[in-house]
Nanobody
Framework: QVQLVESGGGLVQAGGSLRLSCAASGRTSRYSMGWFRQAPGKKREFVAASKWNNGVPDYADSVKGRFTISRDDARSTVYLQMNSLKPEDTAVYYC????????????????WGQGTQVTVSS
């Protein structure tokens, strides 16, 4: 079992930055780690993922060039650096972990955090 706790959300103006953290209770080295987000009235969507073998990360087109996912398996922590934030980035951001090879979809993930709110004002 892996328990995940997100932190770092908040209110920021458009163009600003935030760094989200996801602390895991267990070892993360054998898990692919992902970030998802869910805006009010919308489905939860993929944002970014880091493979368990530290391969090239994957990003949603909407965040490429602005967001960066990184991981520190020694600290069992995953980060999401978010720059050049836009009002459309406003959502609850969730961290998730999966031992599966597939990692781009919500159904791929077994473990989820409770989420952290990110609000970007215009």
């Amino acid at each position: 079992q892996v328990q995940l706790v997100e932190s770092g959300g908040g209110l920021v103006q458009a163009g600003g930055s935030l760094r989200l953290s996801c602390a895991a209770s267990g070892r993360t080295s054998r898990y692919s780690m992902g970030w998802f987000r869910q805006a009010p009235g919308k489905k939860r969507e993929f944002v970014a993922a880091s493979k368990w073998n530290n391969g090239v990360p994957d990003y949603a087109d909407s965040v490429k060039g602005r967001f960066t996912i990184s991981r520190d398996d020694a600290r069992s922590t995953v980060y999401l650096q978010m720059n050049s934030l836009k009002p459309e980035d406003t959502a609850v951001y969730y961290c998730a972990a999966t031992p599966r090879l597939s990692y781009l979809y919500t159904d791929d993930y077994r473990f989820w955090g409770q989420g952290t709110q990110v609000t970007v004002s215009s």
